[in-house]
DNA sequence: CCGTATCCCAAGAGATACTG
DNA sequence: CAGTATCTCTTGGGATACGG
């Protein structure tokens, strides 16, 4: 048991957890592990995240101290995000979800395997 | 992108937050993990969760093949969990959360560290 | 002992419109 | 270009009471 931030945890993997929780962070992480990327970049990769859930994840994933951002004092403006040492000691874990993720799909994917006839 | 279950996820990480991610499912595994436990055996180490909010977890569990549940036709009635195979597998990524999540409390935990006087 | 049923509330997320 | 501001709705979870 612990307290974190005014929230309770039974655990730290629960810590980890409500870091990465988030309808888009994931597809903001995976992305962002690849290189540097600006807002409207982000925007095209992430259509289906609305101009202000984008960003209220990534004020988040910012606060949280997973990814920096970088405002250029310029004309229309320019915005970058990265990953933060932290974020990127994210991304192996990122991929052990995903293998977990696909080795479960692919095992529960069908519904039912038939018993061969 | 995917469907599974008739929900879409933009990577199979996803499907894997979705299978832990509820506010008893992590401890209820972890206890698990080292052994068969009883409902009320579950009850005393999860004091916090109601029967309700306990027995939901453990359906979701069940549902998703992370546990079985196998219950004994005896009076008083007796319940038993197990983790499955499935539910197995999920033990050294919980180890991982958890260290990352300790790592990330003792880096960001007493809120911004006093420059050496 | 091991649940289910009902009611309620708060947080997360979507739609849409506006701005420095 | 890169955001805020509202407003609404859905979902997860809590409290409590009852049942085989």
């Not at 993997?13 to 992305?31: D, N, P, Y």
């Not at 990769?45 to 970088?70: F, S, Y």
């Amino acid at each position: 048991m612990l307290t974190f931030r005014d929230t309770e945890y039974s655990c730290t993997s629960e810590v980890t957890l409500s870091l990465i929780s988030g309808k888009w962070k994931i597809l903001i992480l995976s992305f962002l592990a690849k290189g540097t990327l600006r807002f409207n970049e982000l925007q095209k990769l992430v259509p289906d995240a609305t101009q202000r859930m984008l960003t209220l994840q990534l004020r988040t994933l910012e606060k949280d101290g997973l990814i920096a951002r970088t405002v250029y004092a310029v004309s229309p403006p320019k915005v970058e995000y990265t990953l933060t040492e932290f974020g990127q000691r994210l991304v192996p874990m990122l991929s052990m979800l995903c293998r977990f993720g696909a080795d479960y799909v692919e095992a529960h994917g069908s519904t039912a395997p038939e018993p061969q006839a």
